[in-house]
């Protein structure tokens, strides 16, 4: 035991210190500090409290559609919210429509790419008009996104947007199911919405529990006439859904750890294959659950979370269209290398274990694992630099710009401010 007039720790506590160095330590002011560094360390090894919640049920597998039928109440009035018409010629309209031919239906089309908040205002004007009471997405996330956010409006007194800038404001509304035809973002299996609004060039996410739905319909045939394009944006969102809530720090969840790691590879392994292949029924299968698996929160239990790509994101389609995926494919590779300290033993474990990557010193190993995420995004058809889309060196400012008029700072430890948006999005460039 160590003393000076009253105990004040133990060697065991201070590991490998010699009694010496801490004698010196204790006649300074340093002494409180360090103690407070290790407590800080030992921290963040542990995993976080969390509770967990997700009541969707997920119905799998071909043929399923046709459980529409008993999944909702003949007695309810459905609102079939879609997308721009896909539905109708690859025959899932036709599905649907035989599935609820004996209930009272009224059908939605046009909601976008990114949900366009008058849009979403058309469709909650048709719903009171009809009296609806039960609403069902066919289509992908985007279109269920706008579908949960058409519920909470539907019972809102005041400005719908409110909602959005506001989620303590939602509340539970009508029931909301989905019909899913592209795997991408998770949202047939969370409580997150993504609703924008062109006139304000705004795009903002939201979460609230009453944002489950209560069931969502997988069938993975839905997909196989899905274009390039979109299975190259919804593969690359459903890998960075993953990395969001796994590159951070150690958080000893070694079972989330693992979770997530596999779902990794399994992305890395058919994504590009899916590509090649779309009407492979067990390749869209495996993507199919890895994109709803990616963002329903298991793999997010007691582990902290990044979202500074996703958010960061949102500011690049505001402000220039671009889809989400490419926002993403843009970002994160040298949102990587700025954070490359700070996240340095998760990159190290993601280099191992994802990558198989072993040799080399510490900071070759990093390296290489990033230029392997960016190779990742470029196989799947991606491109990951702001100028092969046309944009030059004034999106560094005006993305800076945007993120210090939200007033927040993001990632795991808070410290992507807006100068470290411009480093991102320069290096980027």
Same mark, same amino acid.
């Given at each position: 035991?160590?003393?000076?007039?009253?105990?004040?720790?133990?060697?065991?506590?201070?590991?490998?210190?010699?009694?010496?160095?801490?004698?010196?330590?204790?006649? /300074?002011?340093?002494?409180?500090?360090?103690?407070?560094?290790?407590?800080?360390? $030992?921290?963040?090894?542990?995993?976080?409290?969390?509770?967990?919640?997700?009541?969707?049920?997920?119905?799998?597998?071909?043929?399923?559609?046709?459980?529409?039928?008993?999944?909702?109440?003949?007695?309810?009035?459905?609102?079939?919210?879609?997308?721009?018409?896909?539905?109708?010629?690859?025959?899932?309209?036709?599905?649907?429509?035989?599935?609820?031919?004996?209930?009272?239906?009224?059908?939605?089309?046009?909601?976008?790419?990114?949900?366009?908040?008058?849009?979403?205002?058309?469709?909650?004007? %048709?719903? /009171?008009?009809?009296? *609806?009471?039960?609403?069902?997405?066919?289509?992908?996330?985007?279109? %269920?996104?706008?579908?949960?956010?058409?519920?909470?409006?539907?019972?809102?007194?005041?400005?719908?947007?409110?909602?959005?800038?506001?989620?303590?404001?939602?509340?539970?509304?009508?029931?909301?199911?989905?019909? @899913?035809?592209?795997?991408?973002?998770?949202?047939?299996?969370? =409580?997150?919405? *993504? +609703?924008?609004? #062109?006139?304000?060039?705004?795009?903002?996410?939201?979460?609230?529990? =009453?944002?489950?739905?209560?069931?969502?319909?997988?069938?993975?045939?839905?997909?196989?006439?899905?274009?390039?394009?979109?299975?190259?944006?919804?593969?690359?969102?459903?890998?960075?859904? *993953?990395?969001?809530?796994?590159?951070?720090?150690?958080?000893?969840?070694?079972?989330?750890?693992?979770?997530?790691?596999?779902?990794?590879?399994?992305?890395?392994?058919?994504?590009?294959? *899916?590509?090649?292949?779309?009407?492979?029924?067990? %390749?869209?299968?495996?993507?199919?659950?890895?994109?709803?698996?990616?963002?329903?929160?298991?793999?997010?239990?007691?582990?902290?979370?990044?979202?500074?790509?996703?958010?960061?994101?949102?500011?690049?389609?505001?402000?220039?269209?671009?889809? =989400?995926? $490419?926002?993403?494919?843009?970002?994160?590779?040298?949102?990587?290398?700025?954070? #490359?300290?700070?996240?340095?033993?998760?990159?190290? $474990?993601?280099?191992? #274990? +994802?990558?198989?990557?072993?040799?080399?010193?510490?900071?070759?190993?990093?390296?290489?694992?990033?230029?392997?995420?960016?190779?990742?995004?470029?196989?799947?058809?991606?491109?990951?630099?702001?100028?092969?889309?046309?944009?030059?060196?004034?999106?560094?400012?005006?993305?800076?710009?945007?993120?210090? @008029?939200?007033?927040?700072?993001?990632?795991? =430890?808070?410290?992507?401010?807006?100068?470290?948006?411009?480093?991102?999005?320069?290096?980027?460039?």
């Amino acid at each position: 035991m160590i003393r000076k007039r009253k105990q004040i720790c133990t060697i065991s506590e201070f590991g490998i210190l010699s009694i010496n160095f801490v004698k010196i330590f204790m006649r /300074k002011a340093f002494l409180a500090k360090f103690v407070n560094s290790i407590c800080f360390l $030992q921290n963040v090894t542990k995993m976080n409290n969390f509770s967990f919640q997700n009541p969707t049920k997920i119905i799998f597998g071909k043929g399923t559609i046709a459980q529409l039928s008993t999944e909702i109440p003949i007695d309810k009035r459905v609102m079939i919210s879609f997308g721009g018409g896909s539905a109708k010629r690859n025959g899932i309209y036709e599905q649907v429509m035989d599935a609820l031919k004996n209930h009272f239906i009224v059908e939605f089309w046009g909601i976008e790419a990114n949900p366009e908040y008058e849009t979403l205002l058309k469709a909650v004007s %048709l719903a /009171k008009e009809k009296n *609806v009471n039960f609403l069902l997405a066919v289509g992908g996330g985007s279109v %269920l996104d706008g579908t949960k956010f058409i519920s909470q409006a539907m019972l809102y007194e005041g400005e719908p947007w409110d909602i959005v800038k506001n989620p303590a404001l939602a509340k539970p509304s009508y029931p909301v199911a989905a019909v @899913m035809t592209m795997p991408a973002t998770g949202s047939e299996m969370n =409580h997150r919405c *993504v +609703v924008s609004y #062109r006139a304000k060039k705004e795009k903002l996410a939201f979460m609230s529990r =009453h944002l489950f739905p209560i069931f969502s319909i997988l069938d993975p045939e839905v997909a196989y006439s899905l274009p390039k394009k979109q299975l190259t944006n919804g593969i690359v969102d459903s890998f960075l859904h *993953v990395m969001e809530q796994y590159m951070t720090y150690p958080a000893n969840a070694l079972l989330m750890d693992r979770w997530a790691e596999g779902i990794l590879q399994t992305i890395i392994e058919v994504g590009p294959k *899916v590509i090649a292949n779309p009407s492979d029924y067990d %390749l869209m299968s495996n993507y199919m659950l890895c994109a709803t698996m990616a963002l329903n929160e298991f793999i997010s239990m007691g582990v902290p979370q990044d979202w500074a790509t996703h958010r960061v994101g949102q500011e690049l389609t505001a402000l220039y269209e671009l889809d =989400h995926g $490419q926002t993403l494919a843009i970002l994160y590779p040298a949102l990587l290398q700025v954070l #490359r300290k700070e996240k340095h033993e998760k990159l190290l $474990q993601y280099a191992d #274990r +994802v990558w198989g990557i072993r040799k080399g010193s510490e900071e070759e190993r990093v390296d290489a694992v990033i230029a392997k995420t960016e190779e990742f995004f470029k196989n799947v058809g991606m491109r990951t630099r702001f100028h092969e889309y046309g944009i030059g060196e004034e999106a560094v400012e005006a993305i800076a710009e945007r993120v210090r @008029m939200r007033g927040m700072a993001y990632g795991e =430890h808070k410290s992507v401010t807006p100068d470290l948006v411009r480093e991102i999005v320069k290096l980027a460039l």
